[in-house]
Antibody
């Protein structure tokens, strides 16, 4: 049974870089779409992007200039970096595992609330 | 971006009811539709993938159907644990997008 666990950066200063790591345990780290999703308070879910194995990441075009997703298979973790954050980036950030023809997200981390504030 | 519009946005129902939630896409999205359930303060949970396939461990009272631009999640015989928010998602085009959610409340 795969389990995903996000790190907890908590508070991030405006204009700085948000960094999150997701540790993957209990399952394969290859052949899945390792995905980041976020959810601002009271709003719907926003897909940020994914990385498949060590291939080229696929990002949300709205964030492409600020987002980087990478994977370290040897450490069984994948990461999100979001630069130049503002209050609009305040959200619960989820890591998730995607698979199959519809790239459904069948396993999720518990979520990490990131607040952007001075 | 492909827009997904769920209806209704909120719904009150009773235990035992049959509930229908619709997801309409701004363009055809083939079979690339998934449905999730989210309870307050928790991560979403996959219910249905590829329009109509039931995720392992999900009760059979959850059914998905549809094609093209219109998709439906039906819950037969609502149970107390089903009161939650439901989201559809498309993975046909990047960026993958979610509906705005349907909040299912107890009547």
């Amino acid at each position: 049974q795969v389990q995903l666990q996000e790190s907890d950066p908590g508070l991030v200063q405006p204009s700085e870089t948000l960094s999150l790591t997701c540790n993957v345990s209990g399952g394969s780290i290859t052949d899945f779409y390792w995905t980041w999703i976020r959810q601002p308070p009271g709003k719907t879910l926003e897909w940020l992007g994914y990385i498949y194995n060590n291939g080229r990441p696929n990002y949300n075009p709205a964030l492409r200039s600020r987002v980087t997703i990478s994977v370290d298979t040897s450490r069984r973790q994948f990461s999100l970096k979001l630069t130049s954050v503002t209050a609009a980036d305040t959200a619960v950030y989820y890591c998730a595992r995607g698979w199959g023809i519809s790239t459904s997200l069948d396993s999720w981390g518990q979520g990490s609330l990131v607040t952007v504030s001075a | 971006d492909i827009q997904l519009t769920q209806s209704p946005s909120s719904l009150s129902a009773s235990v035992g009811d049959r509930v229908v939630i619709t997801c309409r896409a701004s363009q055809s999205i083939g079979a690339h539709v998934n449905w999730y359930q989210q309870k307050l303060g928790r991560a979403p949970k996959l219910l249905i993938y590829a329009v109509s396939s039931l995720q392992s461990g999900v009760p059979s009272r959850f059914r998905g159907s549809g094609s093209g631009t219109e998709f439906t999640l039906i819950i037969y015989g609502l149970q107390p644990e089903d009161f939650a928010t439901y989201f559809c998602q498309q993975s046909y085009n990047v960026p993958y997008t979610f509906g705005q959610g349907t909040n299912l409340e107890i009547k």
